[in-house]
């Protein structure tokens, strides 16, 4: 699977305002940021973005997950540690 088919899949189940998709193999790393994130545990976040793929990990298509889930607020002040320049 690609990455840009996983960046869409969230893309058309959640309310985004950036996907960040990276993939080694069947193995893939997201880092998703909206608005739909506040409030809500880091646990509950990361369950938000399990849902739409859950197919693909259910079949296998995707055999690791790693996720990083942040309102546009949280993204501002952490991304300078998560994506150095």
Not at 35 to 43: A, K, N, P, Q
């Amino acid at each position: 699977m690609e990455t840009n088919q996983v960046e869409t899949l969230l893309r058309d189940a959640l309310s985004l305002q950036e996907v960040i998709v990276k993939a080694n193999g069947n193995h893939y790393e997201v880092i998703a940021v909206g608005e739909c994130f506040d409030g809500l545990s880091r646990v509950k976040k990361q369950q938000l973005v399990y849902g739409p793929l859950m197919g693909t990990i259910s079949d296998g298509t995707i055999h690791a997950l790693s996720i990083k889930a942040f309102t546009p607020t949280e993204w501002q002040r952490e991304r300078k540690f998560i994506l150095p320049q």
